[in-house]
């Protein structure tokens, strides 16, 4: 009998997603810090602008890691490219990591 699949649900794929280990212990702890502001700027509908301090912030706090050799080979050894998919990723797990965190009724 084949394996029941799970339904796929956003719920589901953020507890699927989001062990957060990818966050080192202080950065989870830099990133509960900013919750109340992000939460006021979801009340307020002005998430863009809190999320462009937000990273810019991260980044000066916690820079990109270099590129491995398979991110390097998987785009033609490009460097700004593998670069900006790193970025990019980091910046998906941010945003989803605030997400989820609006789906509990606390903060991991």
């Known amino acids: 009998m084949?394996?029941?699949?799970?339904?796929?649900t956003i719920l589901?794929?953020?507890r699927m997603a989001f062990s957060f280990?990818?966050?080192?212990?202080?950065?989870?702890?830099?990133?509960?810090?900013?919750?109340p502001a992000f939460h006021?700027?979801?009340?307020?509908?002005?998430?863009?602008?809190?999320?462009?301090?937000l990273f810019e912030?991260?980044?000066?706090?916690?820079?990109?890691r270099l590129p491995t050799d398979d991110e390097l080979c998987?785009?033609?050894?490009?460097i700004d490219l593998a670069a900006s998919r790193i970025n990019l990723n980091q910046r998906r797990k941010i945003r989803f990591y605030y997400?989820?965190?609006m789906t509990q009724c606390y903060i991991y």
């Not at 006021?40 to 301090?53: S, V």
């Open 2 to 8: 084949p394996r029941r699949r799970e339904k796929k």
């Open 12 to 14: 589901n794929i953020f």
């Open 21 to 35: 280990t990818w966050a080192t212990p202080e950065q989870r702890i830099w990133l509960r810090g900013h919750y």
């Open 40 to 53: 006021r700027a979801a009340c307020l509908q002005k998430k863009g602008p809190f999320f462009r301090r």
């Open 57 to 64: 912030q991260w980044f000066y706090d916690y820079p990109d």
């Open 74 to 78: 998987a785009v033609d050894y490009s």
């Open 99 to 101: 997400a989820w965190c």
